[in-house]
């Protein structure tokens, strides 16, 4: 709400929906695809901070299928480069503040060979998914990305039935949990503690 808010300042003429705004204009899922027709941007801002992995509905079903190009929060940058297309979204933590990042939208707004840039993975229809991917591969070689046609229940059955060489691991909750911030799991409503996963 204060990186909004901040951003407002700005951009005093920021469309905000939702009950958190108190307006009259709550916004259920499934008319945000319509309601975004005309607009260029969306902040996918998620609910959580550096949460890994953690990208919702708003980041592919709401932004990205609705062609407006998506202003991220959230999760770090690389978890969005592992999966997103190449320089489809902007990323709220490359800005030095919500200032910075209003001034460039409003710069892309009027300037519309830049906005175009962040349609181009669209308009190239010569390369697969998995070429788009690849460039992110070669621009950021330190995260390794997930090519469309390597997940899923696919890849799941190309690990089963190539990979030979065993993996154990003794701790689920180790392995998923415990490298991962508190404020990311979610608690036991019963105990109001994180969730014990450990067998």
Not at 47 to 56: A, E, F, M, R, V
Not at 150 to 164: N, P
């Amino acid at each position: 709400m204060n990186y909004i808010n901040e951003m407002v300042k700005i951009v005093p003429k920021l469309k905000r929906y939702g009950k958190c705004f108190k307006n009259s204009h709550h916004v259920i899922p499934t008319m945000l695809r319509s309601l975004l027709q005309g607009y260029k941007f969306y902040l996918a801002f998620e609910n959580s901070l550096h949460c890994k992995d953690y990208i919702t509905e708003k980041f592919f079903e709401t932004a990205i299928l609705s062609n407006v190009v998506p202003v991220v929060w959230g999760t770090r940058k690389e978890d969005y480069l592992r999966i997103a297309p190449p320089h489809s979204f902007i990323h709220a933590e490359d800005f030095s503040s919500p200032a910075e990042l209003s001034k460039y939208l409003l710069y892309l707004d009027t300037n519309d060979s830049a906005y175009r840039e962040y349609f181009r993975w669209r308009e190239s229809p010569e390369k697969s998914w998995d070429d788009l991917q690849l460039e992110v591969k070669q621009s950021h070689p330190q995260i390794e990305t997930l090519y469309y046609r390597s997940t899923g229940y696919k890849e799941l059955c190309r690990k089963l039935i190539l990979d030979h060489e065993p993996k154990t691991i003794p701790s689920l909750q180790q392995f998923f949990f415990d490298t991962e911030d508190k404020h990311c799991l979610a608690a036991d409503d019963e105990f109001k503690n994180p969730v014990d996963y450990s067998y």
